[in-house]
C-alpha cells in the first residue's frame, strides 16, 4: 500500500506514464474525467497531455489501454491541439489496438480513426490505414478495411480518397485469409455504392467468380445515390442541412445529388501501364515491310498495348508518326483501320498527354474520309473523336477549315459529321464567337452544297452549335440563311441529345447556369482591342437606355429583336409600282409629279416639300426603299442644276437618319452618293449622306461598298474624296469591325495612282488607321517602292504616340447589340485580342510542301554543320514567307529533337527559330504548345544561362501569341516541375508568379502543379524557395486557400507545418484576379452619369452574381458610369461579386469628372447600401495622427525590435512589416490599394495621397516614414505609370515638407534616399528629369552633407547612367554649397571621385571629370592635392577640361559674398535646415526674416568702400598715411536717414542664423562641421555664428550636447591651421592671426560657462591642451605680427580651461597628455613642462574640487603612467620634474583624503603587482603619523580654510621648488611669477623659513621682483611663453581697457558725452563682444574687440528705437539682419575720425 499511497498523490498526467499499470489505469479514469470537464478547446490543460496521447492508445495492460483509449477519443473529439498527434497515435492504433481480440477495443480504435477524420486528418488517416494493409497480422489487416469502409460509408467519396483504396483493393481479393477477402468484398460494395460502374475497370483483373458474386451484391444496392451521413468540423453547414431534411422525412432528396455524390472518373482510378518499351523491338522495320501481313503483325502487337485504359507518359512522336503514316499513305483499307484503333487507343490511354500529337494526326485522318468503306470510316472517327477530347476545338479548327473546301464530299461530310460531335463535348465559355464565327461560315457554305449528305452534316453541326451556345449566339452567322433551311437548324438542334448527363454533377450544373442567364456567362470583350471596345462600348451610351443585363427573361427578348433585324437587313428589293404607291402614300402629290419636271426650278420645289414630309414623317411609317426609290427616278443621279442635287443628297442624309434604312435601301443611293462625293458643290452633302448610311447600315459595311464602287469608277476626285471621307468616318466611328481586307487593295491601288490627290488621300487613310492598328499594318505594304514606303513611314511617325479619337458616332440599330456580342469575343485566358485580329487579315503562306523529309533528316542528322545547315534552311523558309499557316509539316517534331541538341549552340538557333515562327504563325501557334512549346520550358533548366535567357525569351514570345490557358492545360507544366532541376524551377516558377496575377481564370490542371510547388518550398536552392515563396499566392489567387491547404494536408508533418506557415503568409498577400473588362462608357452627352447611375440603381442588387455564386467568371457589366472622353479606352471593372477590393475602385463623392477619369475606370454598378457604405469610409482621412508613433518606430529600429529597413529587393518579411506598421495609422482602404497586386490601385492610391497632401499635411509628416518606405518598394517595380506617379508625389511631398519647414531625421533618410538614387540610372530620361528634381529639393529639408555620401554610395552603381547621374549631382551640390558638403572629408570623396574620370562609359567619365571642375571653382590648385594620383591619360583630360571649363579667378568662391550664395536657389548652408516651428509661433517669421536677410546682403555691396577701412589701422600706423590713396568726398547726408541696422558684423552670416535658437542639433552640426573648414573664411564665418550663439545665455543652451563636437573641430582647425596654413606662403598671415583670435574668442566664451566646459570629455580634453599648449610654443606664431597678444590670450584661454572644465577629465587628460609627450621626443622641448605646471596648477586646486573628483579614474590614468613609467625609468629621465610632479599628485591626494585613498583602486586590475598601490600605502603610512599633531592643532584653530591646513611637507616641497626655480638662471622669471602667485593665494604664507638662509641681495632681488610682477599685473598682462601660466583671470577685467580706450578716445577729441550703448557701469564687466567683428578688423582679442564694442553699442538704441517703428518689415526685429549706414549718434564721430585722417596726410 506504500507504493499506492506514493503514485496516488502525483498529478494525472504523471500518473498516466507510471510504471505501475494500476497507477496508469487510475491516470486514464481521472483523464477521461478531466477532459469531460474542460469545455475550452484551447485550454492550455490540453498541451501536457500532447505527448502522451499514443501512450493511451499503446499501452500494454489491455485493461488500461481500454481505458486509455476512451481518454485518447474524447481528448481528439474536444482539444484544438488534438490534430497535431494524428499520425502517430492512428499508427499506434492500427499496430497496437486493432490485433487485440477485445471487440470493444477495435471499437474505440476504429471510432478515434473516424474522429480524426472528423477535425480534418482524413488523409492522415488513411494513409496509416492502407500501410496497415501490408501488415503481417490478418487480424489488422481485416479491421484496418472495415474502418476504411466505415469512414467511406459516413462521409463519403469527397472526403475519402477513393483512388489509393481502389488501387489496393485488387490485392485483397487475393489474399489467403477468407476474412480479408470477405471485408474487401463488403468494401468493393460500398465503394460501388458511390461510384458506381467507375470502380469496374480497376477490378477486371479478380476471379471471375468474385466478380460474380460482387456483380449480384452490387444489383442489391438501392439506385438512389449514396448520402454523407457524417461531417467534418469545417462542414456544419451541411450538418445542418443534412439533419433538417432528415426531419423533414427525406422530402427533398432529390435536389442535392450533385452536392453529395462526386462524379467519379474511372480513368483517375487505374493505374498506369508502360507500353513503349513492350513494343516489339522490329516494330519500326516491320511496319515500313513492303509484305502488307508483317505491317498487319506489327501494328496487331501495337493494339494489344494500346488497349490498356491507362498509358504512362512517355515520348510517343516516333510511335504516333508511324501510325500516320498508315493511315495517311498505307494502300491497305483493313491496315488503315487498324492504325486508326491503335491512334484511338493511344489517345483515350493518354488522354491529355496525347494533345502534343494530335496536330500532326488529324490533317491525315480528316483527308482519309475519302475511304468509303463503312469500318474504316468507323474507325477512323473513333479515332478522330478519341483525340479530341485530348485537345481542344481551337487547336483544331484551322485543320477542319482546310478541308471543308475540299471536292471530296465524303471529306467535307465527315468533317461536318466531326464538328457536330465535338460541338456537343463543348461549352458556352470553350466554344467562344471567335472560333465559332470561322465554322460557322464554312458550315453555311455546306448547307447550299449539292450533295444532300453533305447538307444534312452540316444542319447536324449547325443545330448542335446552336444548342450548345443558344439561338442568340450563332443566329447572327445565319444572317443570309432563307427560313426553311433556319428550320432544318433549329430541327437538328432541338434532337441534340448533349452529354450532360453522362459527365456527372458539374455538367448539369452548368446546363442550369447556362439556362437561368445565358448572356451572362458570355465571355467579356478583349482586352487588347481598344478600338473594338471603344466603339461598341459608347456605342452603348447612344441607344436609348442602358445595355441589356442577363436576366432569365431576357433570352427570349433577345432572339425576337434579332431576329426582326435579320429581316430588316435583308429587305427585300421592291419593284418601282411597289415604291410608287408606297411614296404617294407618304408624300404629297404634287411632289411626285414634279419630281421629273423639265423646269429646274418645280424640280427644287418637289425637292422641297419631299424634305418637309421627310422631316415630319414617323420612324415607323417611313417607307426608306421607296422614298429612295423616288428620288433615284429620273432624271435621278443625272441631275444636272446642283441646288437640287444638294438638296436631294440632303434628303437622302435625312431619310438614312431617321427612317429605317436597310441595306437594299443603301444600295439604291450609294453608287450616286459616290459619283458626287468629288464634286465641288455636293460633295459636302454627299459625304453627309454616306455618314447617316454608316450610322444606319454600319461603317464597315458602307465603307467597303463606297471604296470598291469608287474604284470601279475612274474619277480621281471622287476616289480621293472617297478615302478623304472614309478617314474621318474612321475617326467619327472607330475601327471596330472594319474588314481591312475589304479595302486594301483598293487602297493599294490608290498608291499607285497617277493622281497626287489620290496618293494623299491614301497615305492619309493610312495614318488614320494606323492610330487603330498600329505597326501590323505597315506588314500590308513592305513591298510597295521605298520612296512611297518612306511617306507612309513619315505618315505613320506623325501617329506616333497619339491615341484614337473616341467615337461619336454610332451604327444605331445594332448598338446594343453589338455591345452583346463583342462581349462574348474575349479568349478564355485573355490571350492577344486586337492584335490577332489584324494578324488574321495577313496573307499566309503554306510552308508545309517546303518541309521536305530530305530537310527533316538534314536537321536530324548525325553531323552538327549538317543539323545547322538544315536549321538555316528552316529559318531562311520561315523568313521568307514572313506570314505562314499553322501546318508546318514535320518541322515541330524535328525542331523538338533540336532543343535537346548536345550542341548549345544549335539550341540556341532553334530556340530563334521558335521566336521567328512565333511571330510569323501569330495565333495558329496554339496547336503547337504540347508538342514544342513544353519542350522550351525543358530548356529553361539548361546550366549555361545565356540558353536559359534565350528560352525565356522565346518562351514569351509563344505566350504572347497562345494566351496562357493551353500551357497550364494537362499535366506538362507539372511534369516539367517535378523535374529536380533548379535552374528550371526557378525559371518556371518566376515565369508562373509573372503571368498568373494577368489571368482571369486557368485550367483546373494548374492543381496539378502544386503538389510540386510545395516541394520546391523546400528546395535545397536557396533561389528556387525564393521563387515559389513569391508564386505561392498567385497560384492560391486562382485556386483557393481552401485546396491549397488541403493539398499541403498530404504532406509529411515537418514539411507541413512549414508549408501552413507559407500558406497564411500568402494568404494576406494573394492578389485579387483581374477584373473582367466591361464595356467602357463615353460618348453621347445624352448619357448623363445620373442617368447611368439610376440604371444601375434600378437594377436589383441580385443581378451582380450570376445565380449569387461566388465564382462567375464573366458578368455583363451593368450601365456604366459616364467617363470622360480623354480616356475611352480605359476599362470599367464589372460589378463585383464577392471582391472586396474591387469595391474600392469606387471614388469618393463630389470629386469631379476629371479626377474620375484619372482613375483607371470608374466603378461599375453596385448594390446601392454596399456602394453608399464604401462612400463614407472613404471620405475620412486616409492617415491617422497618433502623437509619438514615429519616435516609437525609430526607437523599435534601434533596438533593433524590427528589421532595419535595408534590402537589395525587397523580401516579403519587410512588407509585411511596413503593413503592420501602416495598419495603425493609414485608413483601411487606403492600404488595401496601397498593397494591391494591381498597380491601377497603386496609381489611384497615390492620386488620392495627392489630393489630400496639402488638407492632411500634419499627418502626413507623422507618417512620412512608412510612406516613404512604401514608395521605395515601388522603386523596385517596373511598371513606369506607377513610377511616374510616385514621382509626382514625391515633388510635391517636399514641395510640402520644405513649406512646412520640416526636416526629415536620418532614419526618414536612409530608408528613403538609397533607394531614390537607385531610379536616378533609370534608363527613362522623364524618370532621372524626375528623381534629379527631388534630389534637388531634397537638400532643402536634408543637408546636402549627408545625402553626398548616400550619393557617393550611387557611384559605385553597376548601371552606368546611375554613376555619370550621382556625380553630376554630386557636383551641382559641391557648386551650390562649397566643399563643406564633401562628407567624410573632401580628399577621400574627391579620391573616389576621381577614379570615375578613367570610367569606359563616356558619359560618366564627363560627369566625373565636371565635378571636379566643381571642385576646382571651389579650392583652386588645392584640387590636385585632393584627387591623389591619377594615370598620365586622366591627368591630361582633367587639366584640359579645367583649361576650358574653370573660372578665371580660381578662389573666387571663397571670397564670393554670401549675399550672392544666398540668392542661389539652395541655401548657403547645406545643413541650415530647421525642425518644425513650434505650433504657437507665426508661420511666416522665417520666411519674413529670410526676405530680410536676403534683401539686406544684396544691398551690402552698395556700401562705399572707405567705411570698409580699419580706422584704427591708419590712426595708429603714422608712417604709411601718407600712402593712402586721395578719398573720395561723399555727401554723408543721405546717411541721416535711420535705415535699419544689423548686428555689427561685415561678413554676413547663414540668414537662417537667428532662428539658431529653435533650430535643431543639424544646423549646429553642420555649423560646427564648417569649423574645420580648409578654407579660413569659411571657418571664421563658422566661428562667427557660434560665437553669437555662446554670447548669448539665453542661447547657448543649443550648444549643449555638441561640445566634443565643436572642440574636436576646433583642435581639428588648430592643426590645420599649424601644419599647412602656417606653412603656405601665399596665405596672408593676418587672416591666420585673424582666425587664431575667432578660435581662442570662442573657447574664452565656451570656457566662460561651466555648464557647457564641464561637458567635454577627457579626450577631448586632451586633444584641445595638445592644439593649444603647440600654439603657446609656436615661435613662428611669436614673430608674427600681434602673436604676443595671440599667445597672452592663449595663456588666459589655458587657465579657463584648467578652471572650468570637469576636474576629473582634466587631471586624466593631462596625465595622459604628459605620458604621451615623454614617450615621444619628436614635440616641442617645453612641451612637457608646460603639461606638467598644467597639472601642478590642478593640484593646487585639489582642495577645492576633491570632493567633485573621480578618485578611481585618476587613480586609474596614474596607475597606467606608472606601467608605461615605472619609478626606476622616471628616475632615469634627464628631469626629475615628472616624478617630482607625479609625487607631488599622490601625496596631495593622499594628504586630503587619508587612508580612504586605498579603497579607490577598483578599477585597477592585479593591485597587488601596481607600484600605485604600494607607493600610495607608504605615503599612507608617512602621513598618518603627521595627522595626530594636526589634529590637535586643528581642532583648537577651529574650522580653518582648507589652504590653511595644508600640511607642512606639502608647503615646504612647493617652496622649496620654487625658490629653486628662482635661483636658477633659465627658470629665475618662472620661479618669481609662482611665488607672487602662491603668495596672492596663500597670503600669509610664511616665506621666512626659506629666505633667512640666502643672501641680502637674493632677499631683495625676490622682493623687487614680486613688486615688477605686481605693477606689470596692474597694467596689462605679462608676455613672452614663460609666463603663459602665471596670469590670473581676475586681473584681467575687460574695464582696464574701455578705461584706457576711453584716454585714447578723449585725447583725439573722439569721446562722446553719453555712453548710450554701454552696457553697465565702468567697474562691472561688460560682456564679450561678438566675434564677428574680427571679420574685418586687426584680430588683438583684449583690445580692438572691446573698442569697436564700444562704438558699436552707441548705436544701440536709437537702433531699437528705429526697429519699433518700423516692424512692419519684419516680424521679429530683433531676430533680423539688415545692414545700413551708421545713424546719426555715431556719424560725428565717423566724420571727425575722416578729417583726422586727411588732415595728417596734408
Same mark, same amino acid.
Given at each position: ?266 480513368? &483517375?482510378? %487505374? $493505374? +498506369? @501501364?508502360? =507500353? #513503349?518499351? !513492350?513494343? *516489339? /523491338? ?14 498487319? &503483325?506489327? %501494328? $496487331? +502487337? @501495337?493494339? =494489344? #498495348?494500346? !488497349?490498356? *485504359? /491507362? ?1732
Amino acid at each position: 500500500m506504500g507504493d499506492d499511497s506514493e503514485w496516488m498523490k502525483l498529478p494525472i498526467d504523471q500518473k498516466c506514464e507510471h510504471k505501475l499499470w494500476k497507477a496508469r489505469l487510475s491516470g486514464y479514469e481521472e483523464a477521461v474525467k478531466l477532459f469531460q470537464r474542460i469545455h475550452d478547446e484551447k485550454s492550455p490543460e490540453w498541451g501536457k497531455y500532447l505527448g502522451l496521447l499514443k501512450k493511451f492508445v499503446t499501452d500494454s495492460n489491455a485493461v488500461a489501454q481500454l481505458k486509455g483509449l476512451e481518454a485518447a477519443l474524447i481528448f481528439v473529439e474536444k482539444a484544438h491541439v488534438a490534430g497535431r498527434t494524428a499520425g502517430e497515435v492512428v499508427s499506434g492504433v492500427v499496430t497496437k489496438v486493432f490485433n487485440q481480440p477485445k471487440a470493444r477495443a477495435k471499437e474505440l480504435g476504429a471510432e478515434i480513426c473516424l474522429m480524426y477524420i472528423e477535425i480534418e486528418k482524413v488523409e492522415v488517416v488513411q494513409d496509416e490505414l492502407l500501410k496497415g494493409l501490408d501488415n503481417k497480422n490478418p487480424k489488422i489487416v481485416v479491421t484496418c478495411i472495415e474502418t476504411l469502409r466505415k469512414a467511406l460509408s459516413e462521409y463519403g467519396s469527397k472526403i475519402v480518397t477513393l483512388k489509393p483504396v481502389v488501387k489496393i483493393l485488387p490485392k485483397q481479393f487475393e489474399s489467403r485469409e477468407k476474412a480479408v477477402r470477405d471485408e474487401a468484398k463488403l468494401l468493393a460494395v460500398e465503394i460501388y455504392r458511390w461510384i458506381r460502374d467507375a470502380v469496374r475497370p480497376s477490378l477486371q483483373n479478380i476471379t471471375a467468380v468474385q466478380l460474380k458474386e460482387l456483380e449480384e451484391e452490387w444489383v442489391k444496392l438501392p439506385t438512389s445515390p449514396a448520402k454523407q451521413t457524417r461531417f467534418l468540423r469545417s462542414q456544419q453547414d451541411l450538418k445542418a442541412k443534412f439533419e433538417q431534411q432528415s426531419a423533414q422525412g427525406e422530402d427533398s432528396d432529390g435536389e442535392d445529388v450533385e452536392d453529395t455524390v462526386a462524379a467519379v472518373d474511372p480513368y &483517375e482510378l %487505374l $493505374e +498506369a @501501364v508502360e =507500353i #513503349l518499351s !513492350k513494343m *516489339p /523491338k522490329d516494330f519500326y522495320d516491320k511496319i515500313e515491310a513492303k509484305k502488307w501481313q508483317e505491317r498487319k &503483325e506489327a %501494328l $496487331e +502487337a @501495337v493494339e =494489344i #498495348l494500346t !488497349k490498356k *485504359p /491507362k498509358l504512362e507518359n512517355g515520348d510517343y512522336g516516333d510511335l504516333v508518326r508511324a501510325l500516320k503514316k498508315v493511315v495517311g499513305k498505307d494502300a491497305n483499307v483493313m491496315l488503315v483501320s487498324l492504325a486508326a484503333k491503335c491512334l484511338a487507343g493511344l489517345a483515350s490511354g493518354l488522354r491529355k498527354k496525347f494533345g502534343t500529337y494530335a496536330g500532326q494526326v488529324v490533317p491525315t485522318i480528316l483527308e482519309k474520309f475519302k475511304e468509303k468503306k463503312p469500318q474504316v470510316v468507323q474507325a477512323l472517327q473513333e479515332a478522330i473523336d478519341a483525340i479530341f477530347l485530348t485537345t481542344t476545338l481551337q487547336n483544331l479548327s484551322e485543320d477542319i477549315l482546310a478541308v471543308m473546301d475540299n471536292k471530296n464530299p465524303s471529306i467535307k461530310q465527315q468533317a461536318s459529321l466531326y464538328l457536330a460531335r465535338s460541338f456537343r463535348h463543348c461549352t458556352q465559355a470553350n466554344l467562344p464567337k471567335s472560333i465559332l464565327k470561322p465554322l460557322c461560315a464554312a458550315l453555311i457554305k455546306q448547307v447550299n452544297d449539292s450533295a444532300p449528305e453533305v447538307r444534312d452534316a452540316a444542319f447536324e453541326a449547325l443545330g448542335t452549335a446552336q444548342k450548345v451556345v443558344g439561338e442568340k449566339a450563332v443566329n447572327p452567322f445565319l444572317a443570309d440563311l432563307d427560313k426553311l433551311k433556319l428550320d432544318r437548324i433549329k430541327e437538328s438542334a432541338d434532337k441534340v441529345e448533349l452529354p450532360g448527363t453522362r459527365r456527372g454533377g458539374s455538367g448539369a450544373g452548368d446546363k442550369k447556369a447556362a439556362a437561368k442567364a445565358p448572356p451572362a456567362a458570355e465571355a467579356p470583350p478583349k482586352a487588347s482591342a481598344p478600338p473594338r471596345k471603344t466603339q461598341t462600348a459608347a456605342a452603348s451610351k447612344s441607344s436609348s437606355g442602358p445595355p441589356k443585363k442577363g436576366k432569365p427573361t431576357s433570352a427570349a427578348g433577345g432572339k425576337a429583336k434579332k431576329t426582326s433585324d435579320n429581316k430588316e437587313v435583308a429587305e427585300t428589293e421592291l419593284s418601282i409600282e411597289v415604291c410608287e404607291d408606297l411614296a404617294a402614300g407618304v408624300l404629297p402629290a404634287s411632289c411626285l409629279q414634279q419630281l421629273d419636271s423639265a423646269n429646274w426650278k418645280e424640280r427644287l420645289a418637289s425637292m422641297e416639300e419631299f424634305q418637309r414630309a421627310a422631316e415630319t414623317m414617323d420612324k415607323g411609317q417611313m417607307p426608306c426603299q421607296a422614298l429612295v426609290r423616288m428620288l433615284a427616278k429620273k432624271p435621278g443621279w443625272k441631275e444636272t442644276n446642283f441646288q437640287v442635287m444638294q438638296m436631294k443628297l440632303h434628303i437622302v442624309a435625312l431619310i438614312a437618319q431617321k427612317g429605317q434604312f436597310s441595306k437594299t435601301s443603301a444600295s439604291v443611293v450609294l453608287d450616286g452618293l459616290v459619283d458626287k462625293v468629288g464634286d465641288v458643290k455636293c460633295g459636302g452633302n454627299a459625304k453627309e449622306g454616306l455618314t447617316a448610311i454608316g450610322e444606319a447600315c454600319s461603317l464597315p459595311w458602307t465603307a467597303e461598298q463606297v471604296v470598291s464602287m469608287a474604284f470601279a469608277q475612274k474619277n480621281p476626285k471622287n476616289q480621293a474624296e472617297t478615302l478623304n471621307w472614309l478617314a474621318n468616318a474612321m475617326k467619327e466611328f472607330g475601327f471596330a469591325g472594319i474588314n481591312v481586307k475589304g479595302f486594301i487593295n483598293n487602297v493599294k491601288t490608290a498608291l499607285g495612282a497617277t493622281n497626287p490627290a489620290v496618293r494623299t488621300a491614301a497615305i492619309t487613310l493610312l495614318g488614320v488607321m494606323f492610330l487603330y492598328m498600329g505597326a501590323p499594318l505597315r506588314m500590308f505594304f513592305e513591298d510597295e517602292k521605298p520612296a512611297l514606303l518612306a511617306q507612309i513611314d513619315a505618315e505613320f511617325e506623325k501617329m506616333q504616340g497619339q491615341s484614337p479619337p473616341p467615337p461619336i458616332r454610332f451604327n444605331k440599330k445594332a448598338a446594343a447589340e453589338e455591345v452583346g456580342d463583342e462581349g462574348e469575343e474575349q479568349d478564355e485566358d485573355g490571350g492577344a485580342g486586337g492584335g490577332q485580329d489584324i494578324m488574321d487579315l495577313l496573307p499566309r503562306t503554306d510552308i508545309s510542301d517546303k518541309i521536305t523529309s530530305d530537310l527533316v533528316s538534314k536537321i536530324g542528322d548525325k553531323n552538327w554543320k549538317i543539323r545547322k545547315e538544315g536549321l538555316d534552311e528552316a529559318a531562311a523558309i520561315i523568313s521568307e514567307a514572313k506570314f505562314i499557316t499553322a501546318n508546318i509539316g514535320e518541322l515541330p517534331l524535328t525542331l523538338k529533337e533540336r532543343l535537346g541538341d548536345s550542341n548549345k549552340i544549335l539550341v540556341q538557333q532553334t530556340l530563334t527559330i521558335l521566336q521567328q515562327l512565333a511571330v510569323s504563325m501569330g495565333p495558329g501557334l496554339k496547336q503547337h504548345v504540347k508538342a514544342l512549346g513544353m519542350p522550351i520550358i525543358t530548356v529553361l533548366g539548361d546550366s549555361k544561362s545565356n540558353v536559359r535567357a534565350a528560352a525565356m525569351t522565346t518562351l514569351q514570345a509563344w505566350v504572347e501569341q497562345t494566351g496562357m490557358k493551353d500551357w497550364l492545360e494537362g499535366e506538362d507544366l507539372s511534369e516539367e516541375l517535378r523535374r529536380e532541376n533548379p535552374f528550371l524551377r526557378q525559371e518556371v516558377l518566376g515565369w508562373l508568379a509573372e503571368k498568373l496575377p494577368t489571368l482571369r481564370t486557368v485550367p483546373g490542371d494548374l492543381m496539378l502543379c502544386v503538389p510540386n510547388l510545395y516541394a520546391c518550398l523546400e528546395d535545397r536552392n536557396g533561389d528556387v524557395r525564393k521563387r515559389a515563396q513569391d508564386a505561392l499566392p498567385t497560384f492560391m489567387m486562382h485556386l483557393g486557400f481552401e485546396k491549397m491547404s488541403k493539398a499541403a494536408g498530404k504532406l509529411k508533418t515537418s514539411s507541413k507545418d512549414q508549408v501552413v506557415a507559407m500558406l497564411e503568409k500568402a494568404r494576406a498577400v494573394m492578389p485579387a484576379k483581374p477584373a473582367a473588362p466591361a464595356k467602357a462608357g463615353g460618348g453621347k452627352d445624352s448619357a448623363e452619369p445620373s442617368r447611368a447611375a439610376s440604371a444601375s440603381r434600378s437594377q436589383p442588387a441580385s443581378d451582380d452574381c450570376v445565380d449569387g455564386k461566388p465564382e462567375v467568371k464573366k458578368v455583363r457589366g451593368g450601365a456604366p458610369a459616364k467617363k470622360p472622353p480623354s480616356s475611352p479606352e480605359e476599362p470599367i471593372p464589372p460589378p463585383p461579386s464577392k471582391d472586396k477590393d474591387s469595391n474600392a475602385s469606387k471614388k469618393p463623392p463630389g470629386k469631379g469628372k476629371a479626377a474620375a477619369g484619372s482613375q483607371q475606370g470608374a466603378a461599375g454598378k453596385k448594390p446601392p447600401a454596399k456602394g453608399a457604405k464604401e462612400e463614407e469610409d472613404k471620405s475620412g482621412p486616409i492617415f491617422v495622427l497618433i502623437p509619438n508613433a514615429k519616435e516609437q518606430r525609430i526607437k523599435e529600429e534601434k533596438q533593433l525590435k524590427i528589421l532595419k529597413w535595408n534590402f537589395i529587393t525587397p523580401r516579403e518579411e519587410y512588407v509585411e512589416q511596413l503593413k503592420t506598421q501602416m495598419a495603425t495609422c493609414f485608413a483601411k482602404w487606403l492600404q488595401d490599394e496601397l498593397f494591391h497586386f494591381d498597380f491601377q490601385r497603386h496609381v489611384k492610391a497615390i492620386g488620392v495621397m495627392i489630393e489630400r497632401l496639402e488638407s492632411e499635411s500634419d499627418a502626413t509628416i507623422s507618417c512620412l516614414d512608412l510612406i516613404l518606405k512604401w514608395f521605395t518598394l515601388r522603386f523596385f517595380d517596373t511598371n513606369t505609370t506607377v513610377l511616374m506617379k510616385v514621382l509626382e508625389y514625391l515633388k510635391l511631398l517636399f514641395a510640402m515638407l520644405n513649406r512646412e519647414n520640416y526636416h526629415l531625421t536620418e532614419y526618414e533618410a536612409n530608408s528613403f534616399i538609397p533607394y531614390l538614387i537607385l531610379k536616378v540610372g533609370e534608363s527613362k530620361d522623364g524618370v532621372r528629369k524626375d528623381v534629379r528634381a527631388i534630389l534637388t529639393m531634397l537638400c532643402k529639408v536634408y543637408p546636402a552633407s549627408k545625402v553626398f555620401p548616400l550619393l557617393m554610395d550611387g557611384t559605385k552603381s553597376k548601371n552606368s547612367k546611375q554613376r555619370a547621374e550621382c556625380l553630376e549631382e554630386l557636383g551641382c551640390l559641391i557648386e551650390g554649397y562649397g566643399m563643406n558638403v564633401c562628407q567624410p572629408t573632401s580628399a577621400k570623396s574627391l579620391k573616389e571621385i576621381a577614379v570615375h574620370i578613367g570610367d569606359r562609359d563616356t558619359s560618366v567619365r564627363n560627369a566625373a571629370l565636371n565635378t571636379v571642375v566643381a571642385v576646382y571653382n571651389a579650392c583652386g590648385e588645392q584640387v590636385y592635392k585632393l584627387i591623389g594620383n591619377l594615370s598620365e591619360k586622366d591627368m591630361s583630360m582633367l587639366e584640359e577640361r579645367i583649361k576650358r571649363s574653370a573660372k578665371k579667378t580660381a578662389a573666387a568662391p571663397a571670397k564670393q559674398s554670401v549675399a550672392e550664395r544666398s540668392q542661389r536657389e539652395h541655401p548657403t548652408n547645406p545643413n541650415a535646415t530647421f525642425l518644425r516651428k513650434p505650433a504657437q509661433e507665426d508661420p511666416n517669421k522665417l520666411n519674413q526674416a529670410r526676405q530680410n536677410t536676403q534683401h539686406s546682403e544684396s544691398s551690402h555691396p552698395s556700401i562705399p568702400k572707405e567705411f570698409q577701412l580699419d580706422l584704427d589701422m591708419i590712426e595708429r600706423d603714422q608712417s604709411r598715411v601718407c600712402e593712402l590713396p586721395d578719398l573720395v568726398q561723399h555727401k554723408l547726408d543721405e546717411l541721416l536717414e535711420p535705415i535699419m541696422i544689423p548686428e555689427p558684423k561685415i561678413h554676413s552670416v547663414s540668414p537662417h542664423f537667428d532662428e539658431l535658437h529653435n533650430s535643431t542639433a543639424s544646423t549646429i552640426n553642420f555649423v560646427i562641421s564648417q569649423v574645420a573648414s580648409g578654407d579660413i573664411n569659411t571657418s571664421i564665418q563658422a566661428l562667427a555664428q557660434i560665437d553669437e550663439v555662446l554670447r548669448q545665455e539665453d542661447k547657448a543652451e543649443v550648444m549643449s550636447g555638441h561640445i566634443d563636437q565643436f572642440l574636436i573641430a576646433t583642435f581639428m582647425q588648430l592643426r590645420l591651421i599649424n601644419s599647412t596654413h602656417m606653412a603656405d606662403e601665399r596665405l596672408d598671415k593676418r587672416d591666420i592671426i585673424k582666425l587664431y583670435s575667432c578660435i581662442i574668442g570662442n573657447m574664452l566664451s565656451l570656457f566662460s560657462m561651466e555648464s557647457l566646459a564641464r561637458e567635454a570629455s577627457m579626450g577631448v580634453l586632451k586633444d584641445l591642451m595638445h592644439g593649444v599648449i603647440t600654439l603657446m610654443l609656436d615661435s613662428r606664431v611669436e614673430d608674427m605680427e600681434d602673436g604676443q597678444q595671440l599667445i597672452r590670450s592663449t595663456n588666459l584661454l589655458v587657465i579657463r580651461v584648467l578652471e572650468k572644465s570637469h576636474q576629473t577629465n582634466m587631471i586624466s587628460a593631462l596625465l595622459v597628455l604628459l605620458q604621451d609627450s615623454l614617450v615621444t621626443t619628436a614635440g616641442p622641448p617645453k612641451f612637457s613642462e608646460l603639461v606638467m605646471k598644467c597639472l601642478w596648477r590642478m593640484t593646487r586646486h585639489l582642495p577645492e574640487t576633491i570632493h567633485s573628483i573621480n578618485l578611481d579614474r585618476i587613480l586609474l590614468d596614474v596607475h597606467n603612467f606608472m606601467k608605461v613609467f615605472p619609478k626606476e625609468k622616471l628616475k632615469q629621465l634627464k628631469n626629475d620634474v615628472p616624478h617630482r610632479t607625479l609625487k607631488t599628485l599622490l601625496h596631495t591626494l593622499c594628504k586630503l583624503t587619508g587612508p580612504k585613498i586605498l579603497d579607490h583602486l577598483s578599477m585597477i586590475e592585479n593591485r597587488n603587482e601596481s607600484e600605485l598601490e604600494a607607493h600610495l600605502r607608504q605615503v599612507v603610512k608617512h602621513s598618518g603619523n603627521l595627522s595626530g599633531l594636526k589634529s590637535d592643532r586643528g581642532n583648537e584653530k577651529g574650522g580653518l580654510r582648507t589652504e590653511e591646513r595644508m600640511s607642512k611637507a606639502k608647503v615646504s616641497d612647493i617652496l622649496s621648488e620654487i625658490f629653486k626655480k628662482i635661483g636658477s638662471k633659465e627658470n629665475t622669471k618662472e620661479g618669481l611669477t609662482e611665488l607672487y602667485e602662491y603668495k596672492q593665494k596663500y597670503s600669509d604664507a610664511d616665506l621666512e623659513p626659506f629666505l633667512k638662509n640666502t643672501s641680502q641681495f637674493f632677499q631683495s632681488y625676490v622682493e623687487r621682483g614680486l613688486r615688477m610682477i605686481e605693477s606689470e599685473r596692474e597694467v596689462i598682462p605679462q608676455h613672452g611663453v614663460d609666463s603663459s601660466l602665471s596670469s590670473n583671470t581676475e586681473e584681467l577685467k575687460p574695464a582696464v581697457y574701455y578705461e584706457r580706450l576711453k584716454i585714447l578716445r578723449q585725447r583725439q577729441g573722439l569721446e562722446n558725452t553719453s555712453r548710450q550703448g554701454s552696457g553697465g557701469g565702468e567697474d562691472e564687466p561688460q560682456p564679450r563682444p561678438p566675434i564677428s567683428s574680427l571679420l574685418s578688423s586687426k584680430p588683438s582679442v583684449a583690445s580692438s574687440t572691446d573698442m569697436l564694442h564700444s562704438k558699436l553699442s552707441q548705436l544701440k538704441e536709437s537702433r531699437e528705437m528705429y526697429q519699433q517703428e518700423h516692424n512692419a518689415h519684419s516680424n521679429s526685429p530683433s531676430h533680423a539682419h539688415t545692414r545700413s549706414a551708421s545713424p546719426a549718434a555715431n556719424l560725428d564721430d565717423l566724420k571727425k575720425r575722416l578729417e583726422r585722417i586727411k588732415s595728417n596726410r596734408q
